[in-house]
Nanobody, 127 residues
């Protein structure tokens, strides 16, 4: 239905920046909310940011608010996550994910609602 491929992960020092990109294909991409999720070893998968189908409504986890920015370009079928002021606790595998319900005004705020997700990209932040 929708295929997602992440890129842009890597190793950075604390305080540095990375930009993650997700390339999507499929008939439903432009109709659904998109999100970035992450999972660190031994921790539950966490929704970092979400963006509505239109791009007009955005959600951020409190832990990244003010540091991360999610954006999408429906014409190009991409969704990005700009990560600034990175901290060691941001270390995780980051996944691009898509909701399954079209035309929601606001992105949903729990990971279980995002039914489709990519293979992930590793982000490691050293102190």
């Amino acid at each position: 239905q929708v295929q997602l491929v992440e890129s842009g992960g890597g190793l950075v020092q604390a305080g540095g920046s990375l930009r993650l990109s997700c390339a999507a294909s499929g008939r439903t991409f432009s109709d659904v909310a998109m999100g970035w999720l992450r999972q660190a070893p031994g921790k539950e998968r966490e929704l970092v940011a979400g963006i509505s189908w239109s791009g007009r409504s955005i959600y951020y986890a409190d832990s990244v608010k003010g540091r991360f920015t999610i954006s999408r370009d429906n014409a190009k079928n991409t969704v990005d996550l700009q990560m600034n002021s990175l901290k060691p606790e941001d270390t995780a595998v980051y996944y691009c994910a898509a909701d399954s319900t079209p035309y929601l005004v606001q992105p949903r705020t729990t990971p279980r609602e995002y039914a489709y997700w990519g293979q992930g990209t590793q982000v490691t932040v050293s102190s």
